[in-house]
Structures are given as C-alpha cells and as structure tokens.
C-alpha cells in the first residue's frame, strides 16, 4: 500500500501547505481512497502538487466529526462527483473544545446524498472494513482533554462516539488507519492488534518535561509490546513524537505533508 500524506501539521518542505489537520490518500490493491480532508481546501493544492488525481478516488472516509479532518470535505465533493464518503452517524453531532468553541462539520453539509453515514461496523470492499469499536471495553484510561459534545441539549464530555478506524488486509497483513486515535491509541492496538497502524495518537497535550512525561512513558513502554508498526503525526505532537521515537526506535515513525511512503 502506497501512502501519500495530503495534510498533515508539518510539511516536508516550503513547496507544501501544513496545517493543524490530516489528509492521508491510500492506494491499494484495486481501490484509491481518501482518508479525511485536513481543516481547509489546502489537502487538495497539496494533492495536486503531489500528481495526485482525486477525481479518481473511488470512496473517502471520513474518521470522525472534528473539523481538522473534515474541514476539506465540501472541496473534495466539488472535485470528485461520483465517491462516496463513509461517516459516522454520530459526526455531526455537535463538537466543541472547551465549552465553547465549535470544532465540529458543516451542518450545510448534512443531508448531502454523497455522504453515507455508518454503524459501528461497515465493509467497503472486500478486506476493508470499517470500526467504531463503540460498547468495547477500554481496558487503558483514555482523557477527553476538554472536548465536549451536545446531547438532548445537554454538554457533556466527549465519549468520541462518532470515530472509526479502517481496516485493510492486504499481502496477509492487518492494516489500520485512524485519525486522531481519541478512543485511546493502547485501547485501539489492543482491540484491532494490527501489524500496521497509521494515524494521530493525540499525545499533543502531553508535556514531556513535566506532567505527560509519565504517559507518555508508559505508552511507549507499553506500544513496545505490540508487533505494530506505527505511523504517525498531526494531533501526536512534534515533542511527544520525538519523546516516544527515543524509546521505540523503528517500531516508530512521523510523517509530514507532502511524504510518500509505502507500507
């Protein structure tokens, strides 16, 4: 599998656009798939760039309902006329960090008949699935580190309800691509064991010099234990990526805007 990073909060050279936001454009065996669309229409002036065609992309997946992963959407539904777009039916619920600020989707966007809003499991195609893995167990604590979302008019914190990550066998391997990985990165290796995991760890709010430096060394500590190999960047944070690097070695690596890489 061919992985070309669209979007991404760092970029691999000033020829690209970084922001706070993740674009991932997947070639597989038979299938070219977007994987979210960054926080603006940036992801795709970085496409075009990179000789990346999404007119040609043949379904998109959008990983949950925050605005840095969707923010592009509305841009890649001018582009490409005929893929659909996989979504949570929980994206559009209201998203917000803090108790005010609005993190979520375009409500314009709702209703829209190219987007197919999904359970908690859902096939693609054939050995590419989609997960929820809502009702799981979490057996490692996970933090909403102040999101919020609305319910019956109430705020309450964000349970993530509306993320899911795809799964792909290809060549006897189980391939895993998340966004922001906000239902626990240990609780997502734990439940899917992938050999292969793409995607943010959100250990951004971590500081490694003070508090989050314990977390941060238990994750790796614990990581270190899975045959995963894991890809990562956008919510991981630049400082924890080179914390975590330190200590994982190649089980380990970043991605920036612009990367081409193949898993």
């Known amino acids: 599998?061919?992985?070309?990073?669209?979007?991404?909060?760092?970029?691999?050279?000033?020829?690209?656009?970084?922001?706070?936001?993740?674009?991932?454009?997947?070639?597989?065996?038979?299938?070219?798939?977007?994987f979210d669309m960054g926080q603006t229409e940036a992801f795709a002036d970085n496409a075009e760039k990179l000789g990346v065609d999404l007119q040609k992309v043949d379904f998109a997946v959008l990983s949950h309902g925050h605005y840095d992963h969707g923010g592009g959407l509305k841009r890649f539904l001018e582009i490409n006329h005929t893929a659909p777009v996989y979504l949570s039916r929980f994206a559009f619920e209201p998203h917000f960090s803090g108790r005010e600020k609005n993190i979520g989707l375009d409500p314009a966007l709702q209703g829209n008949e190219r987007l197919h809003e999904v359970g908690d499991t859902y096939t693609l195609a054939e050995g590419i699935k989609l997960y929820s893995c809502n009702g799981f167990a979490r057996p490692f604590e996970t933090n909403s580190y102040d999101l919020y979302t609305m319910r019956d008019g109430k705020l309450i914190e964000e349970d993530f309800r509306h993320e899911q990550y795809m799964v792909l066998h290809e060549e006897g391997r189980r391939i895993v691509i998340s966004g922001c990985?906000?239902?626990?990165?240990?609780?997502?290796?734990?439940?899917?064991?992938?050999?292969?995991?793409?995607?943010?760890?959100?250990?951004?709010?971590l500081d490694p010099a003070r508090a989050g430096r314990q977390v941060l060394e238990d994750a790796a500590r614990r990581l270190k234990e899975y045959s995963t190999t894991f890809y990562t960047g956008h919510c991981t944070g630049t400082e924890q990526l080179s914390f975590l690097k330190k200590r994982m070695g190649e089980q380990l690596h970043g991605f920036s805007a612009g990367q081409v890489f193949t898993v």
């Open 181 to 205: 990985s906000h239902k626990g990165i240990l609780n997502i290796t734990e439940w899917l064991r992938p050999d292969i995991l793409i995607g943010g760890f959100h250990f951004k709010k």
């Open 1 to 34: 599998m061919t992985v070309t990073v669209l979007m991404e909060n760092t970029a691999i050279n000033s020829q690209f656009y970084a922001e706070h936001g993740l674009s991932l454009y997947l070639e597989t065996e038979g299938y070219r798939t977007l």
